[in-house]
Nanobody, 124 residues
Framework: QVQLVESGGGLVQAGGSLRLSCAAS????????MGWFRQAPEKEREFVAG????????SYVDSVKGRFTISRDNAKNTVYLQMNSLKPEDTAVYYC?????????????????WGQGTQVTVSS
């Protein structure tokens, strides 16, 4: 099994920045691609960003392109999400996810492991 623990969420003003971290433990050798999802109140969980195991390929939802950057440090078994120019509509619980496959997928069902989530609140 793999355990994922997110950190770095909080309250920030619009235009500000936050950096989320997701530390993996357990059978980390089985992890391929990783991703960040978010879920706002009364909305479905949506894909935000993903990265392959090597870090050589990334993918983003259109609404965060140019503002968010996903990266990973395999030596530390950690994936990051740098969020800049935050907007109130970015407010959500952010979840880290991992899959055994190597390709980044955008759908929830494709991911095998999930963290508990970290709250990000952007005030206007």
């Amino acid at each position: 099994q793999v355990q994922l623990v997110e950190s770095g969420g909080g309250l920030v003003q619009a235009g500000g920045s936050l950096r989320l971290s997701c530390a993996a433990s357990g059978r980390t050798f089985s992890i391929g691609a990783m991703g960040w999802f978010r879920q706002a109140p009364e909305k479905e969980r949506e894909f935000v960003a993903g990265i392959t195991r090597s870090g050589g390929s990334t993918s983003y939802v259109d609404s965060v392109k140019g503002r968010f950057t996903i990266s990973r440090d395999n030596a530390k078994n950690t994936v990051y999400l740098q969020m800049n120019s935050l907007k109130p509509e970015d407010t959500a619980v952010y979840y880290c996810a991992a899959r055994r496959g190597s390709v980044v997928q955008h759908t929830i069902d494709e991911y095998d492991y999930w963290g508990q989530g970290t709250q990000v609140t952007v005030s206007s």
